[in-house]
């Protein structure tokens, strides 16, 4: 016969089972909660669950990371070695106590607490920049760029906080030589790596010289990267550079293009270096480029089409490089229905000073040559820009242009002295 159990005994066992289910569910609201604050108050998380990790390691962070205090390095030693018990395979509490150890002074045991956390975690963020740093100074730059690639690859936001040891690690052989073979592997921030050079005065020839050594079929330079250290040179007004460098890395179909005026007859190959062909965007203009074979009518060149429009400052730019001489800039241009309520023209300009112009002439005709002598003196600006351009200095929409201008050719020659 079943024994009966009395209502006060189920009363009893229900409340058990009620109090138990609600500790558990309160500790799974602890938990949660102290997840959801681990980053932005770990102390505040580290109230709700002791037992949280990554809320530890963001407090012990945060604590070395604060430039206004003195952190008690003794206590967060004691913090880390604590939580190190119980999580013995996690490898930024091996990078932590190895920071805390380096600023105590005992590199030697920090640097093996680094290379411990990167045997549990070949990415670990800051013993990777730690490791960097001591191969750096131990001359080991074989070494220093192959932690360089691991670092970003996996924190490819990291690039600012190790752009600035770049020179000195390009400027010995061995560095320089395992940097071009990362990037002739196509490494992901070798795009970063140009543009970190080419913002820094003391980078821009390494910058140069690696452009010049990645050779190959599968290596050869960039557009893009060019672009930026061309760019680099002209900042720093070393346009001698710039312009060696766009000769050098023209390809052999670039190089039949190449005179006073590169690509004079506005073949349809921008590349987006300062001394090719710059198109402007402006919502009033389209500007397009067609060789011969695919323009309508024959009349290859760039066509330049108003759109009934206000057309503020430039649509079309380039870079040239003239000696001090005498020269003569020339177009051979047609117009359908154009109208232009202020000038149209090419110039020819330094920075601050104008050295030649001459003006597009408004209605309809049929390659019609325009030309304008000029010269360049002694001291002339070394580099000046070949722009096209209009003289409106408001966009108002008193001033609209209208038609068609196309431009079959657009050379400079040097004149006899």
């Not at 909660?33 to 002791?50: G, H, N, Q, Y």
């Not at 990078?95 to 093996?112: F, N, P, V």
């Not at 002739?184 to 452009?211: C, H, I, M, Q």
């Not at 500007?287 to 760039?302: I, N």
Request: charged share 25%.
């Amino acid at each position: 016969m079943m024994e009966q159990t009395s209502p006060l005994m189920q009363n009893l066992r229900r409340s058990s089972v009620w109090f138990v289910a609600s500790v558990l569910v309160l500790a799974a609201s602890s938990i949660g909660l102290s997840r959801l604050l681990e980053t932005e108050t770990p102390v505040v998380s580290l109230a709700l669950d002791p037992l949280n990790v990554d809320a530890l390691i963001s407090e012990i962070t945060d604590d070395l990371s604060d430039a206004n205090g003195t952190p008690d390095l003794e206590a967060l030693l004691a913090k880390a070695k604590d939580a190190l018990r119980f999580n013995l395979a996690d490898a930024r509490l091996y990078s932590l106590i190895g920071e805390i150890k380096y600023r105590q002074g005992e590199k030697d045991e920090a640097y093996e607490l680094f290379d411990q956390a990167r045997k549990l975690s070949k990415t670990e963020i800051h013993a990777l920049q730690r490791s960097i740093g001591h191969s750096t100074e131990m001359s080991d730059l074989s070494k220093a760029v192959g932690e360089i690639d691991i670092l970003l690859r996996r924190w490819p936001d990291q690039f600012p906080a190790i752009a600035d040891g770049l020179p000195a690690i390009l400027s010995n052989p061995d560095g320089y030589q395992a940097m071009l073979t990362a990037i002739t592997a196509e490494t992901p921030w070798r795009p970063s790596l140009f543009v970190a050079l080419a913002n820094n005065p003391k980078g821009l020839d390494y910058a140069n010289r690696l452009l010049l050594d990645l050779t190959g079929p599968n290596a050869r330079p960039k557009l893009g990267e060019l672009a930026i250290v061309i760019n680099g040179y002209i900042r720093q007004r070393e346009f001698e550079q710039a312009y060696r460098l766009f000769l050098f890395a023209l390809s052999d179909q670039e190089r039949k293009l190449a005179g006073y005026v590169f690509n004079s007859t506005f073949e349809p190959i921008p590349s987006g270096r300062p001394f090719d062909w710059q198109v402007h965007d402006q919502s009033g203009l389209e500007v397009t480029f067609a060789t011969s074979q695919d323009a309508v009518e024959g009349e290859g060149g760039a066509t330049v089409r108003f759109l009934n429009t206000p057309v503020k400052n430039s649509a079309l730019q380039q870079y040239i490089e003239l000696p001090p001489g005498s020269y003569r800039i020339s177009l051979v241009a047609s117009a359908r229905n154009l109208k232009l309520p202020k000038e149209l023209f090419w110039s020819i300009r330094c920075p601050g000073s104008e050295i030649a112009r001459f003006n597009i002439p408004e209605g309809t005709f049929n390659r019609q040559i325009m030309s304008q002598d000029f010269s360049v003196g002694p001291d002339t600006c070394r580099m000046q820009v070949l722009r096209l351009e209009t003289a409106a200095i408001a966009e108002s929409w008193r001033f609209r242009y209208v038609g068609t201008l196309i431009m079959h050719k657009l050379s400079v020659e040097r004149l006899p002295s």
